[in-house]
């Protein structure tokens, strides 16, 4: 049924007749349990539950530790993904969530692009609760925020519109919510499909990176540099997925040269 303290709260111990440190042995005497509760309108059914219950006595052998594995499944064995799913919170899954999470993403991209999606990037209207006024280091805008970086501001969509605009093609758009939703869903073919949104990701990365740099004094690239990076860094993620068994995969670096030595 649970642990005691979770099901009577701080008083059912006292009701029990059972200290708060004590073990389940020390609830026995003899050879049966020595509660109390049967006269309490509140315990009577726990009462009688651990009534029912088998008198932990020496004969019946040593206590094991068992492994909840499910609900009311216990094994010897400790399983780290079963009790993983136990003690995660699930929800529902999001739209979004292969716009963030593929297999031919990179990690850390995927990582910035989902802080991005939740809108938890330090961007000026974050930091304005902090008491830091911040304006868009790429463009001069007042009101730096997520909207406005990808891609409203003209640096990145500049960089974006040329990198995706030909996969994208009328599509193509500098507001937050659209971009998303085409990434996330589109009728592109599987290639295309792979390639935006490895762009997105490369894109998102390289151009909060660029943001960062910027802020901290690290240096300053124009928009034909920070296209050049990103087309090396899709260059170098697809060489790595070359070596990969999977068919589907043959295509995706000579798709990519037709696309982007084309723009």
């Known amino acids: 049924m649970g642990r005691l303290m979770d099901i009577t709260g701080d008083v059912g111990t006292y009701y029990l007749g059972v ?5 389940v042995s020390e609830a026995v005497l003899g050879q049966q349990w020595n ?3 049967h006269r309490s309108r509140h315990y009577h059914a726990l009462h009688d539950r651990i009534q029912n219950e088998r008198v932990p006595l020496d004969e019946h052998g040593r206590d094991v530790v068992l492994w909840k594995h499910d609900e009311n499944t216990y094994k010897p ?6 009790t993983w799913e136990q003690v ?32 938890r990037l330090s961007t000026g209207v974050r930091m304005r609760a902090w008491g830091i006024q911040q304006g868009c280091l790429m463009c001069g805008e007042r009101d730096e ?17 040329r990198l995706a605009g030909r996969l994208c093609g009328r599509w193509i758009n500098p507001d937050w919510s659209l971009t998303l939703q085409f990434v996330t869903r589109n009728t592109l073919s599987s290639l295309d499909k792979i390639l935006v949104q490895m762009l997105f990701q490369t894109c998102i990365y390289y151009m909060w990176k660029e943001r960062n740099d910027r802020r901290h004094q690290k240096g300053y690239h124009s928009t034909e540099q920070a296209i050049r990076i990103i087309d090396k860094a899709i260059r170098n993620r697809i060489s790595s997925l070359r070596y990969k068994p999977d068919h589907k995969l043959a295509g995706l670096i000579q798709r990519w040269f037709e696309v982007f030595d084309n723009t």
């Open 35 to 37: 509660i109390r509760g």
């Open 77 to 82: 064995h400790f399983s780290s993904s079963r």
């Open 19 to 23: 200290a708060r440190t004590a073990r």
């Open 88 to 119: 995660r919170v699930k929800k529902n899954k999001v739209v979004w969530s292969k716009s963030v999470w593929f297999s031919q993403g990179v990690p850390r991209y995927s990582f910035i692009v989902w802080l991005a999606i939740k809108d």
């Open 145 to 161: 925020s997520r909207d406005h970086i990808f891609f409203a501001c003209p640096f990145t969509f500049t960089v974006w519109n």
